[in-house]
């Protein structure tokens, strides 16, 4: 045994313990990430093979029990094996340390390439199975699985030892196989006799124990690792199989050129009245050259620098924070930092675009239109918008680019405006097709960051004066008459109307299902007084569905009220929903084209833009974040509006929040901002989308909100530990979920503080549900050891037995009639799991169930909501784990999930992995606590096997 571990610890595949206690999560996409390494002090030398684009982790680091687990890498520890699932003696733990199938179990969970010496010596298949190593059985039947071996050894036999089953399993049997040789041809068998009780994947390992010569008593001694596989699922799942193996995705296949670009021909638009009359238009905020060779060289020093760019290079890195943290932003490098890390955004967004690049794609003609089919494209991947741009040229003829504008699209193709030159020379040749990313938003962020500088005006971000109580006079009735239930509410309209947070923005903290649009609404209609025209509203959101919901909730009140304020007729005389080009009518609420309040011509429902003056005499103008950007080019005066209000902040970039303030609420050197800012959201939801990893270590990743948030003027105060009601309201009152949904959510992220207000006649109406665990506690924990799958060259997981689960559940739900198709949702964070689960449903004609991720559910609500998880494997978690995918490591994606359901909430994923995170640990003790989790068998680890703060157990 001894020469065993040697051996491998000589070989370096035994991991050492680590010590790092650090939480850096980092991936080398490019040189750039070596900041995120060194927190921002990058060395001005450093070994070249530090600047290859290889992969690197580093894992977060969560529990002390982690750490201890660092040290006792053997597994063994208070008089048990973890391993071997063994009771050990004080007298027979060193013994046990040493036998043989306890160090094959210990180099299995931490370091399988102990195995890849006997790769070369044997081949190992099942029989009569749908892979080499994989095969379904169903529930309930007998098995014998024929497990087929021979030697790959041409001219000499080896000896095989023994068969270990490196982990038992109570369903499983293995024959007992008796020592033999194996000569070059010969084939031969173990048998594995198999009859299963529940549904899921097992991971069987056997270990082929290979010696050079059984004459030899110390002959070598190699391993020869066989993962079998075996789904235990219905027929129904045979047919969602990967529809071919998984390849890794390559990278772009098209190198770019210095060619002769042939401009192409965008769609026309009818000549708009809204003149953009601003100099800031003609700015194209293009990452400067200098910049972009610092990016491609990880912001360290190069070959052939100039002393010009060694002092860039300087200023660059000294502006660069030294941590993710917020605290390093001030009114000072507030404009060039976040100028910086857009830059970095977009270097970021122009090398993961490449990644949609085609080879060898062929056009379709229809008539004199040349249309592209762009696989993924409903999915949105690529997301592309019309008048988008592409660049195409022929295979086999590089010396000319020929730029492409978007017509049109319709699902997955794409009609090209192209020069007439590649229309009259196309006949079927394949192209090579690039894409480039939209730079609209990007400039309209950029231009926010030039004129909060050049309006000097970044201090007013940083708001830190306390406000005085202002004079309240009475309020007009409450046009929502539940808000005179609702304290919080009440003081948050209060508040907006009678400006007591006077120069500083106010915010309202909107938990889930709090009501935080409504209380908006109300607050506008409190301050909207038609007959006078002295109030003017700007409202936006970084959505078109959080601006449609604004705008639904207020032209719902506003059509309902007794006596009505103002005819539905003339509503569109007050009110515009001014929508981008890119809007196009069939996409709008119908209620709104009925009213006539958006800006599409009803003649063509094509989107066209007034001109300043009529978009001037409106009393509320609703848009999204980026749209308003035109307001400000237009020269619409600062001061116009006299209230700000942006909802749902805390999904926008900082710099996004930014458009609709620079210019419209300041001005040069102004001391305070022009009008009323109010701000909502919740930043414990999901935050901004980012693709550069870097930019959101340093802090891009941060919303506006939360990091208002985070300042003294907004935070709780130490000695009531309260908020100060002048400048922000927590609204405390939840109406969607019954108490036992919203416990573990409410104790994580909102100091428990939350109360379940919702009514019961929906919270309560699974109750008695007869598929709960436990009556009268609405909540299922599923457990399911399933198998992570991929398919083609999609990175995207899926897990066959949670889509069986799920749709087991569906059925159940419908046949018992206590909930419609469309009050149940499907949440996943994988695109792949969320077309099986579509294709799933179809197969069972089922009706159609709202399946989707958790950035679709966000903001949304129904009487169920189905989680499916999909990971088990601990390998691909690791990967999760780098880059906050899925569910794993990101807990505000955790927390949209679990507060959209009101009165049944059901997850369905593998404990063994999830009880390695804190947020779904403690919603697992939760279930475990109430009698409400079924599956799998599971027990809580005391002491979690981790590999360098990863799990690694099976």
């Known amino acids: 045994m001894k020469n065993l571990v040697a051996t491998l610890a000589k070989a370096g595949l035994l991991d050492k313990p680590s010590n790092r206690e650090n939480s850096d999560v980092n991936f080398k996409w490019n040189r750039v990430e070596e900041l995120g390494i060194h927190n921002g002090e990058i060395p001005g030398k450093l070994p070249s093979k530090l600047c290859k684009p290889k992969p690197r982790m580093i894992i977060s680091q969560r529990f002390n029990q982690e750490r201890e687990s660092q040290q006792r890498p053997d597994g063994v520890s208070g008089g048990r094996c973890e391993f071997c699932n063994l009771a050990l003696t004080p007298s027979t733990i060193e013994e046990h340390k040493k036998d043989e199938l306890h160090i094959l179990r210990f180099a299995y969970r931490r370091n399988r390439k102990a195995f890849d010496e006997g790769k070369h010596l044997l081949a190992v298949r099942l029989l009569d199975a749908e892979a080499a190593l994989q095969k379904s059985c169903r529930v309930g039947q007998r098995y014998q699985i024929q497990v087929q071996f021979n030697s790959l050894l041409d001219s000499k036999e080896i000896f095989l030892e023994r068969v270990y089953s490196l982990i038992p399993h109570k369903d499983i049997n293995v024959e007992e196989m008796q020592p033999m040789s194996l000569f070059p041809g010969e084939l031969h068998q173990v048998e594995i006799n198999a009859q299963f009780s529940s549904r899921g994947a097992v991971m ?350 207020l032209l719902d009140k506003i059509c309902n009220m007794q006596p009505q304020v103002v005819g539905q007729e003339a509503l569109k005389q007050h009110i515009l929903r001014m929508c981008a080009m890119s809007r196009s009518q069939d996409m709008m609420p119908s209620k709104f084209i009925e009213l006539g309040i958006t800006n599409h011509d009803p003649r063509d429902g094509e989107v066209y833009f007034p001109p300043k003056r009529v978009i001037m005499k409106y009393d509320i103008v609703i848009s999204t974040f980026a749209n308003i950007s035109k307001l400000v080019l237009a020269e619409i005066p600062a001061g116009h509006f006299t209230h700000i209000v942006m909802d749902e902040v805390g999904q926008a970039l900082e710099t996004e929040a930014l458009i609709p303030l620079a210019g419209l609420a300041t001005h040069p050197n102004a001391s305070k901002f022009c009008c009323q800012v109010i701000m909502a959201g919740d930043p414990k939801q999901l935050g901004p989308i980012l693709q550069s990893p870097i930019a959101a270590r340093f802090g891009l990743d941060i919303s506006m909100l939360e990091r208002l948030m985070a300042l003294p003027l907004y935070s709780k105060k130490p000695d009531t530990n309260q908020y100060d009601s002048n400048v922000l309201t927590k609204l405390v009152l939840n109406y969607r979920s019954h108490p036992s949904i919203l416990q573990v959510s409410n104790n994580l992220f909102y100091d428990g503080e939350l109360e379940a207000r919702g009514d019961t006649s929906i919270t309560e109406s699974f109750c008695s549900w007869k598929g709960l665990k436990k009556e009268g506690f609405p909540l299922i924990f599923h457990g399911v050891v399933g198998m992570d799958e991929r398919e083609g060259a999609s990175p995207s997981f899926f897990n066959r037995q949670e889509v069986e689960i799920v749709t087991d559940y569906v059925q159940k739900i419908l046949a018992d009639r206590v909930a419609t198709s469309e009050e149940i949702g499907v949440v996943t964070p994988y695109n792949k799991q969320v077309k099986k689960i579509r294709r799933a449903c179809e197969l069972l004609r089922l009706p159609d169930i709202d399946v989707g991720s958790v950035e679709q559910f966000q903001g949304q609500e129904r009487k169920v909501i189905i989680i499916s998880t999909v990971r088990s494997r601990f390998e691909f978690v690791k990967f999760d784990y780098m880059f906050q995918l899925g569910f794993l490591k990101n807990p505000k994606r955790f927390n949209v999930a679990v507060t959209r359901a009101r009165s049944l909430l059901v997850i369905v994923g593998n404990p063994n992995v999830l009880q390695h995170d804190q947020c779904w640990r403690e919603l697992l003790q939760h279930c475990m606590n109430n009698n409400a989790y079924t599956g799998a068998p599971f027990e809580f680890e005391t002491q979690r096997n981790i590999d360098n703060g990863t799990p690694v157990a099976f």
């Open 204 to 553: 069987f390992p056997l270990v082929f124990k290979l010696k050079s010569s059984v004459a030899e008593s110390n002959g070598i001694v190699k391993y020869h690792l066989a993962d079998i596989h075996i789904l235990i699922q219905s027929e129904l799942m045979d047919q969602l199989a990967p529809s071919e193996p998984y390849r890794s995705p390559l990278g772009p296949v098209v190198k770019l050129t210095e060619s002769s670009v042939l401009p192409g021909k965008p769609k026309e638009r009818r000549a708009q009245q809204l003149e953009l009359t601003s100099n800031l238009r003609k700015m194209s905020f293009e990452i400067p050259q200098t910049l972009l060779r610092f990016l491609n060289h990880g912001f360290k020093e190069h070959e052939n620098m100039t002393h010009y760019e060694r002092e860039k290079l300087e200023e660059v890195r000294a502006l660069l924070p030294k941590s993710n943290s917020s605290d390093s932003l001030n009114p000072l490098n507030y404009a060039k930092l976040f100028e910086l890390l857009l830059f970095i955004e977009e270097h970021q967004m122009s090398r993961d675009i490449h990644s949609y690049d085609m080879h060898n794609a062929v056009l379709k003609r229809t008539n004199d239109q040349l249309w592209l089919k762009v696989p993924g494209l409903v999915d949105k991947r690529p997301s592309l918008l019309i008048n988008d741009t592409v660049f195409v040229n022929f295979v086999n003829d590089q010396s000319f680019d020929y730029e492409g504008f978007i017509q049109r699209i319709d699902n997955n193709y794409v009609c090209l405006g192209l020069h007439d030159k590649f229309v009259e020379e196309y006949t079927n040749q394949p192209v090579e097709v690039r894409f480039k990313v939209n730079r609209s938003v990007l400039k309209s962020m950029h231009r926010a960051l030039y004129m909060i500088a050049f309006h000097n005006a970044s201090h007013l971000l940083f708001p830190v004066k306390e406000s005085k109580p202002a004079q309240q006079p009475p309020l007009r009735p409450w046009f929502n008459s539940n808000i005179g239930k609702n304290p919080q509410q009440q003081a948050a309209v209060r508040n907006i109307v009678h400006n007591s947070s006077q120069n500083s923005p106010y915010l309202v903290f909107g938990p889930p299902g709090t009501g935080k649009t409504v209380t908006l609404v109300e607050a506008i209609l409190q301050l909207w007084d038609p007959s006078r025209k002295k109030t003017r509203i700007l409202v936006c959101a970084p959505s078109n569905s959080a601006a449609d919901e604004v705008t639904t909730r």
